[in-house]
């Protein structure tokens, strides 16, 4: 999986899995991103967020990542420049292989929904934190489909739409909480921020920070 720094996300592991983590600096894959295209990205890197290690670049990712962790776990004196060519390589490949947005810029097509609509979508959503705002409501403004729109969200940030707008809300709550409205307006900051049923928002406000609404850190 491919999975995005900007949201949390909850991972259930079966009992006896193995995990590989790789984390890679935002900026790095950026700057990799405008030395493959020869272009600067202005709009979030969108990927595909599943794996296929059956397919032909899921093994190619595969037999990198394995070279990878052979160079760290068998140090040599030319370790240090194998290990610099494979992040390279893994990043080029990463992108190749995954990113919607290097296969719109090499195809000339846009993808199902370009990063430009993503952009769009989240800025409609921010504008209007404080008023009812529906699926179709997004879809409609940014010109596509709800199921586009669902499909691009799950692929870009592995939430739903109304998941992102959900989100975004709680961390305006928090951010005016945090500074210094007292326990008894926390139903008056939920409720300006959109939030109507006190009963959700709480429990969900307690799954993304781990604490109280009344009791911010």
Same mark, same amino acid.
């Given at each position: 999986m491919v999975l995005p720094s900007n949201v949390s996300l909850r991972l259930d592991w079966a009992p006896g899995s193995t995990q590989m983590i790789l984390k890679v600096p935002l900026r790095r894959l950026h700057e990799v991103y405008d030395d493959l295209t020869g272009t600067h990205a202005s709009e979030p890197l969108c990927f595909d967020r599943e794996i296929d290690l059956d397919s032909v670049d899921g093994q190619q990712w595969n037999a990198l990542m394995r070279y990878f962790c052979e160079q760290l776990a068998h140090p040599s004196p030319l370790s240090m420049p194998k290990? *610099?060519?494979t992040e390279e390589a893994m990043m080029r490949h990463l992108l190749c292989a995954q990113s919607m947005s290097v296969r719109e810029h090499f195809s000339g097509q846009p993808a199902a929904l370009a990063p430009r609509h993503l952009r769009r979508a989240r800025e409609f959503m921010e504008a209007g934190l404080q008023q009812?705002?529906?699926?179709?409501d997004i879809a409609d403004h940014c010109g596509v489909s709800i199921r586009s729109l669902? *499909?691009?969200f799950q692929s870009c940030y592995a939430l739903s739409p109304m998941q992102v707008l959900r989100t975004l809300r709680l961390d305006r709550i928090r951010a005016e909480l945090r500074r210094g409205a007292s326990d008894a307006i926390v139903s008056?900051?939920?409720l300006h921020w959109g939030c109507s049923h006190l009963?959700?928002?709480?429990?969900?406000y307690r799954a993304r920070f781990g604490e109280a609404p009344q009791q911010p850190s």
């Open positions: 290990i *610099r060519m009812e705002i529906s699926l179709k669902s *499909r691009a008056e900051v939920a009963g959700r928002f709480a429990a969900a």
